[in-house]
């Protein structure tokens, strides 16, 4: 009898993350505040600071294409997704490590555009690429981006300790990547311009860099993460780690302009791109019911960023589920997207 | 006509490191004390403290074979790399993070055996995993691995302070990674037991991470690096950086037993294995001609690792060479390893 070998293809992001935790060792350092699991690591530096660590693969054919985007872009959003992580930390970014699996075919031109991608999206945070290593690959281009960032040990977040009863908000308006995404299936090179601030939403995410050190340094918040799966899947995160249950109300979605078109172009309801569908980089954070409402007013100061409350967490029985605006309720799906399994 | 677009395969690993370095720009934050170009980056934490940071990128088929190793062994061999380079700066290995490229085939007991020899690599050096990332690739593993270590900040090493006159060290043999795979190329799996010792050299490399300690704690190095990419190839970069040439001693140079044996069995020459062959991950570093000898005497302490003179920094117009026995001198190659180029 043929052993049948399991293979990683079959198994799923999730499951080999587990067996990860299962087999390396919890570290007994007392600096290390947050490890393993979490999108990024937390260690603390002194008494005043702490340092945060991510990093973000991102390969040809799977994460990007090249004939939907550009190596400038790719370059951007190499970084931007992990700013994003720092930003759901409420850290402040500094220094990032850049590794490069390349194909030998790809232009010199298309190397020199990558980097300075990345060279204006950590611009834009006061950060800098500051190292690096470079490997041959057969044919897909491959982006591995480690980031450093830091923050006030006072401030870290994780996402343990929302309770039932806190308030869910989240930044700007949901869905406006996958309705960018949706335009350009549906038009390609020729979306009508009165799309394209969608379509800028889903090729160049902006991370919420400064707004996530708002609310960090507000202290307001007891959970916070980026959306990079959709509200659904990432908020689910959250409520499985601190073992509780959410309600997102569905009229209260901020929803950008002309979502509802797209919705109707592309065949998808504007509810499953506004909750399932990844990439918009806002953040999502949670707020204790005792928390003054200035100072949640207070967030967007003068970023133009709006702050809206979505719903709220409750018990872990009482589900995880979306209310309409007659009150009633279904079962939200935590579906996001798993980056390991065929997509 | 046909406009001809220059690739990166045409282009080399070091050109392509200096279109980096054009255009990425120079940081002007003053905590940054070692940046792109140095394997290791350097960034103070404090006036006692300096963070290093170093991130190497492997792949299937560039890097590794699995028919020649084992997955347990990669992961060992990634981290050591890693701590190799943080040898190489005299720190103390603490965090890593991990992002893999799995292709969907790989059986999941290699991806835990993967973790496995990651885990056990950290562990002799007491530090640990804390986080990474996971994505899929078409057939190639990717392990890209980013290190963080410490080091006081008075003992922050670089390597661009050689000067003439200094004298030349390294720590163990030279030219037994480079017998193992000779002995492996030859034998096949059935290596005599004889050369057991040369071929575990080449599968599982010991970073020198304590005696990198010692020459930091010792103070007296005016440049240090790890010979990932032979003697020659990476000496070359501290002369390079620091504007100076050397003269290495052909008859110092420290050869593990039965080097000779496999230099007969493979062709090559024993220079060329000991000179050219990289990968032995021992370290190599200067020191001024004033330091006391009793502090070089001192460096192997109670680890067993020899350290042997092989040479001095010369003028710049001195050149680059070899010395045989009768003092006569020939151009040293500093051909090493371009990690980037067809192999």
């Known amino acids: 009898m043929k052993k049948i070998r399991r293979t990683v293809g079959q198994t ?3 499951n080999l993350i587990d067996r990860i935790r299962r087999i390396l060792p919890v570290s007994g350092n007392r600096d290390l505040l947050v490890d393993i699991g979490d999108d990024t690591a937390v260690v603390q530096i002194d008494r005043r600071r702490a340092l945060l660590l991510t990093c973000d693969i991102q390969v040809e054919g799977r994460h990007f294409l ?3 985007t550009t190596p ?8 931007a997704v992990n700013l994003s992580d720092i930003a759901s930390m409420g850290g402040k970014p500094t220094y990032a490590l850049v590794s490069l699996g390349l194909p030998a075919e790809l232009p010199v031109e298309s190397f020199d555009r990558l980097f300075e991608g990345m060279r204006d999206e950590m611009a834009e945070h006061g950060a800098y690429v500051i190292g690096g290593n470079l490997a041959r690959t057969k044919e897909e281009l491959v982006v591995d981006v480690t980031l450093v960032g830091e923050i006030a040990a006072s401030q870290v977040l994780t996402r343990h300790k929302s309770r039932p009863g806190d308030r869910i908000f989240v930044t700007g308006m949901l869905g406006a990547s996958g309705a ?4 350009l299936k549906a038009f390609g090179k020729k979306v009508p311009r009165k799309y394209a601030e969608l379509v800028r939403r889903h090729v160049q995410p902006v ?12 202290g307001i918040a007891s959970g916070m993460i980026d959306l990079s799966d959709g509200v659904a899947g990432d908020l689910y995160h959250i409520c499985e780690k601190s073992g509780v249950g959410a ?8 929803l950008p302009e002309r979502i509802g078109e797209i919705a109707e172009i592309s065949g998808r309801s504007v509810l499953d791109l506004a909750l399932h569908n990844g990439e918009d980089y ?9 928390v003054p409402e200035r100072k949640i007013r207070a967030l967007p100061g003068k970023t133009g960023i709006p702050v809206t409350e979505i719903g709220k967490i409750v018990g872990k029985r009482a589900g995880y589920c979306l209310v309409d605006a007659r009150g009633r309720k279904t079962p939200l799906k935590p579906a996001g997207w798993d980056h390991f399994r065929k997509g």
Chains 1, 2 share one sequence.
Do not use: K, N
């Open 12 to 14: 799923g992001e999730f």
């Open 66 to 68: 090249f004939d939907r």
């Open 72 to 79: 400038y872009r790719v370059g951007r959003r190499s970084m």
């Open 180 to 183: 960018g995404m949706e335009a």
């Open 207 to 218: 991370p919420r860099v400064e707004m996530g050190q708002r609310v960090a340094r507000a």
């Open 247 to 254: 309600e997102i109300h569905a009229a209260c979605l901020p």
């Open 282 to 290: 806002e953040l999502l954070f949670t707020v204790p019911p005792d």
